[in-house]
């Protein structure tokens, strides 16, 4: 009897903070190719916005990709999760996004995992937030714990941003990511060919897997803080502009908003907040008057976190003309410091 030999994929972990850009940048990974047949696993808030135009079908937490790819959101274990990836035994990459509250040096470990060997850590940072992020007095111990788990920093978002500006990003990265190459890199660029290989050559993966080794000794500190989340049912809305609006309102007292909402001629849209910022956009070809909810998710990052919540949630349903039980409004809070990260 023959025994197909077992396939290892490199894990590469992709981190940073809310709205860094982790999505964007994943997407471009997948349209780009060279990293060969890949395997997303996502673990967040809320739903990762997989580009529509890679998609290529959907059944329950799993997406088939036009690339032949595959793209799981699971809710068992971690380890059910990288077991499941293990006996399929067609990947060379596993990338995994990590939730912009919670620490990649925790998935790094799953590299020793059988089937699988160590990547790196990339982690994103948005070029106007990062400078404020690593000072902010109740979230900077989350972003500068971030970086310094880094192999690569991607700092992203600068298109518009002046130079000095990104020098600062720049700087700021260098400092908590003392040993880690730093791309800046824009929406729609090509990914260089150096970043490409640092991600896939084995000298890298070597590296990575030897940091793996010595993750325990990056410390993880105790704090008060939680991350609070709260995730809404929304009804039509009169327009996504309307919508972005009220989001806009809302904006200094959130960390991250995202989620679909659906106008009253039927047409979905795309809405996100990050760093402050409230975008819109229409998802190509996905019209269906009276389709009925979409969920949206707020996060918030304080003290008074929750409290934060419950407000925003009461301006949503005063600014849609509907009443906040009718929401159905769930929440919940994660000291993520405290909590283990190896479920999905």
Not at 37 to 64: C, H, K, P, Y
Not at 142 to 168: C, E, F, H, M, N
Not at 272 to 300: M, W
Request: glycine letters at 8%.
């Amino acid at each position: 009897m023959t025994h197909t030999p077992l396939q290892t994929a490199r894990l590469i972990v992709l981190g940073g903070y809310l709205g860094a850009g982790k999505t964007t940048l994943l997407n471009a990974l997948l349209r780009d190719g060279r990293l060969g047949r890949t395997a997303v696993v996502v673990n967040d808030f809320g739903s990762v916005n997989i580009d529509a135009d890679l998609i290529e079908a959907v059944d329950d937490d799993v997406m088939q990709l036009t690339n032949g790819c595959i793209c799981c959101q699971i809710s068992t274990d971690m380890i059910d999760t990288m077991a499941v990836l293990a006996r399929m035994n067609r990947f060379d990459t596993v990338l995994c996004e990590v939730s912009g509250v919670g620490q990649p040096e925790r998935m790094r470990r799953w590299g020793d995992f059988p089937g699988f060997h160590s990547g790196p850590v990339v982690i994103v940072a948005n070029v106007t937030a990062i400078p404020r992020l690593v000072w902010d007095q109740y979230v900077s111990d989350v972003v500068t714990q971030q970086l310094g788990t880094a192999d690569i920093v991607v700092l992203s978002g600068g298109t518009v941003a002046p130079g000095a500006v990104r020098r600062q990003a720049a700087e700021v990265s260098a400092k908590f990511a003392s040993k880690a190459p730093v791309l800046e890199w824009t929406v729609g660029e090509t990914l260089p060919d150096w970043f490409i290989q640092a991600l896939v050559n084995e000298e890298a993966a070597a590296s990575a897997s030897e940091r793996a080794e010595g993750s325990l000794a990056v410390t993880v500190a105790e704090h008060n803080v939680a991350h609070a989340t709260v995730t809404v049912r929304l009804p039509t809305v009169t327009s996504a502009a309307h919508f972005a609006d009220t989001l806009t309102s809302l904006a200094p007292a959130l960390a991250r908003a995202k989620g679909h909402v659906r106008d009253t001629a039927g047409n979905l849209h795309s809405v996100q907040l990050a760093n402050r910022q409230v975008t819109h956009t229409e998802v190509p070809g996905n019209t269906s008057a009276g389709e009925g909810y979409t969920e949206f998710v707020l996060i918030a990052a304080e003290p008074g976190a929750m409290a934060a919540l419950r407000r925003a949630v009461e301006t949503i349903a005063q600014s849609l003309n509907v009443t906040v039980e009718s929401l159905g409004a769930s929440f919940s809070a994660q000291p993520e410091t405290t909590k283990s990260k190896e479920t999905l």
